[in-house]
């Protein structure tokens, strides 16, 4: 990682350079042997841990962050003119620099699906991923860094660290030639990254654990407000495109908690219990399970759950897994 900043920066410099024309072929050539290499994309996932149902799912947001029509859609936005009075004002999308982009070690590949917007712009990326990481190596050297590489740009335009997130922080947030770090994370260690990011006058986007809002208005259809909400439950609620938190308005209040109700009571499966068709991972800190549960119980009563288990779903006060 010593010298990973400085090579970026100066393949970053050839990409950029070469116009978004060009970047926009070369992405646009990976989203579509992306999609071409599913199943080797849904491996990674479910070596994230997720049951092949939930690849299968995520694996589609994936692809449609790689695909050509919404690249293009993204070039157009690049350079954008707006009508301002009698005159015309320009908002042009310039790159960064290098972009340090930390994925967490529960969900790594869902969030590789970023890279092709970062890079649209003319950033160069090095991205962490954990040790055991398949799926974000997979997207980033055998898809993007292969499509890089055929169009003759250098493989360092994308890299690939592994290891644990602190020392990758570590070793990479000094480095003169990192501009900007994209965190994804909870919002202990966020706060961390974006005060060390200020100290160091390095810009910082933050995608944390409490960021995720559903609103559901008093008209709103009840069925697909459900199917959307139910997504909550997916891989213990980690990925960050799904719902943490609901503001849901009075008129739909009761029904709407009775359907959530009835999906986490559908979701009360676990990965070893159910790979096809499971929902949940191990909880990454029990205890804490524990004292929001506790949390819960002293401002209202439990409508379904609130108790851990096993991997074979039985009860169990310490157990890995809740409902």
């Known amino acids: 990682a010593a010298s990973a900043g400085a090579r ?7 990409w950029r350079d070469a116009g978004i ?3 926009l072929a070369v992405l646009q050539a990976a989203g579509r042997q992306l999609a071409n290499r599913r199943g080797e994309l849904d491996d990674g996932l479910s070596g994230d841990g997720l049951s092949s149902k939930l690849a299968r799912y995520y694996g589609d947001w994936i692809i449609q962050c790689g695909s050509p029509q919404l690249l293009k859609r993204y070039a157009r936005d690049v350079i954008r003119r707006f009508a301002v009075g ?16 930390v994925t967490p070690s529960k969900s790594p590949t869902i969030n590789a699906g970023a890279l092709f917007s970062i890079l649209l712009v003319g950033n160069a990326v ?3 991923a954990p040790s055991n990481d398949r799926g974000v190596r997979f997207i980033a050297d055998t898809i993007i860094g292969a499509a890089l590489a055929e169009a003759g740009f250098s493989r360092d335009t994308l890299q690939v660290i592994t290891g644990p997130t602190r020392g990758v922080l570590d070793e990479l947030l000094p480095q003169r ?3 900007t770090v994209v965190f994804f994370g909870n919002s202990r260690a966020g706060a961390d990254v974006s005060r060390r990011c200020a100290e160091l006058g390095k810009k910082v986007v933050l995608e944390l654990e409490g960021s995720d809002h559903m609103m559901v208005w008093a008209d709103a259809p009840l069925g697909k407000v459900m199917a959307s909400a139910s997504h909550a439950f997916d891989f213990s609620s980690l990925p960050c495109p799904i719902p943490k938190h609901f503001l849901v308005h009075e008129a739909i209040f009761d029904r709407f908690v009775a359907g959530l109700a009835r999906a986490a009571v559908a979701a009360a499966v ?8 499971g929902n949940l991972v191990p909880l990454a800190h029990p205890h ?23 991997a074979a779903g039985a009860r169990d006060a310490d157990g890995a897994y809740a409902a």
């Open 8 to 14: 970026a920066h100066a393949a970053h410099l050839d």
């Open 21 to 23: 024309d060009a970047r």
């Open 86 to 101: 009698h005159g015309e004002e320009l908002l042009v999308r310039r790159a960064d620099g290098v972009v340090l982009l």
């Open 126 to 128: 090095i991205a962490r």
């Open 177 to 179: 030639d990192v501009a």
């Open 270 to 277: 676990t990965i070893e219990a159910d790979r096809a068709d």
């Open 288 to 310: 804490q399970f524990d004292s929001w549960l506790q949390e819960v119980l002293a401002v209202g009563e439990l409508v379904t759950g609130g108790y851990r288990m096993t």
